[in-house]
T-cell receptor, first 115, second 111 residues
Framework: DSGVTQTPKHLITATGQRVTLRCSPR?????VYWYQQSLDQGLQFLIQ???????AKGNILERFSAQQFPDLHSELNLSSLELGDSALYFC??????????????FGPGTRLTVL | SQKIEQNSEALNIQEGKTATLTCNYT??????LQWYRQDPGRGPVFLLL?????KEKRKERLKVTFDTTLKQSLFHITASQPADSATYLC??????????FGAGTRLFVKA
């Protein structure tokens, strides 16, 4: 158990809908990262927050947004969903602002299925 | 463009042998490189981090090398066991705070 929690575990929705994925980092970790993993794309970095502020952005679509709250939990919002958004979404946390300088602890993921 | 390549084909080895996985990169000059293990349907788990000024790092049966001239990292599992069967991902920094992961190599260890 990494100490990172993600809810929900599974999510099934329809095209055009909007969903929110939630992540609670390990106790004491200030950085939260979001990744998307699909079969043909591998693990893709979406966005990082550090202590409430956006720190780095990857290939995140404009339909997606995220935020980190004062209690350090984070939410990833996906809107106008398309079939291609079906994937595993992982949240990770680390103690510092630089994920590669320190290990990242990954949550169990949320499996999103868009029908 | 920036690229990370790991063996796309699965690696099949016999229990007790050494597994060697490769991570090659182009157009990067990473200061750090990490290796993770991922089991099906689960999140990656951190294994080892190696810095650019370290040629080699060991942890129990695991060994990682980092050759910045060849732009390559090798990941070794000695005395492999069926429980080592998983996908292994390399990850590196691209400058700034972004972490880029390779697609991973699937390892199967047969008893």
């Amino acid at each position: 158990d990494s100490g990172v929690t993600q809810t929900p575990k599974h999510l099934i929705t329809a095209t055009g809908q909007r969903v929110t994925l939630r992540c609670s980092p390990r106790s004491g970790d200030l950085s939260v990262y979001w990744y998307q993993q699909s079969l043909d794309q591998g693990l893709q970095f979406l966005i990082q927050y550090y202590n409430g502020e956006e720190r780095a952005k990857g290939n995140i679509l404009e339909r997606f947004s995220a935020q980190q709250f004062p209690d350090l939990h984070s939410e990833l919002n996906l809107s106008s969903l398309e079939l291609g958004d079906s994937a595993l979404y992982f949240c990770a946390s680390s103690a510092t602002s630089s994920g590669v300088h320190n290990e990242q602890f990954f949550g169990p993921g949320t499996r999103l299925t868009v029908l | 463009s920036q690229k990370i390549e790991q063996n796309s084909e699965a690696l099949n080895i016999q229990e007790g042998k050494t597994a060697t996985l490769t991570c090659n990169y182009t157009n990067y000059s990473p200061a750090y490189l990490q290796w993770y293990r991922q089991d099906p349907g689960r999140g990656p788990v951190f294994l080892l981090l190696i810095r650019e000024n370290e040629k080699e790092k060991r942890k129990e049966r695991l060994k990682v090398t980092f050759d910045t001239t060849l732009k390559q990292s090798l990941f070794h599992i000695t005395a492999s066991q069926p429980a080592d069967s998983a996908t292994y991902l390399c990850a590196l920094d691209t400058g700034g705070f972004k972490t880029i992961f390779g697609a991973g190599t699937r390892l199967f260890v047969k008893a």
